[in-house]
């Protein structure tokens, strides 16, 4: 696994203060070397036209709060309804939060 650099981390985190609903299963992140951040949301049910929105706004708020605009060159929001135990779901380099449910042992931090 790759660990995303600590100032995108923390900007992450940020932005996700008061954005995490009941729904939200596991938040993952991919950022290359080519600077693209891709930020994925798995859910628990169908994806909706407000997780989108929610999506997006979330990385409206780290686009606009990175120091400088060259380090992301390329953004993605996904989201994804998944049934998939956590131990099984594609965290990409990083897991930002996975929400406690009965397989949470699986996890490893």
Known sequence: MKVIPCWLYVCICDALVGKIYPEIRVIAVRYTRKRELLIRYYLDRDVTD????????????????????????????????????????????????????????????
């Open 50 to 109: 407000e997780d989108i929105n929610r999506a997006n706004e979330v990385m409206e708020y780290i686009l606009e709060n990175i120091s400088s605009k060259d380090d992301i060159t390329h953004y993605e929001s996904e989201c994804i309804y998944t049934k998939d135990k956590l131990g099984d779901i594609d965290t990409l380099d990083e897991r930002i939060y996975a929400r406690c449910e009965d397989d949470f042992y699986w996890l490893t931090f």
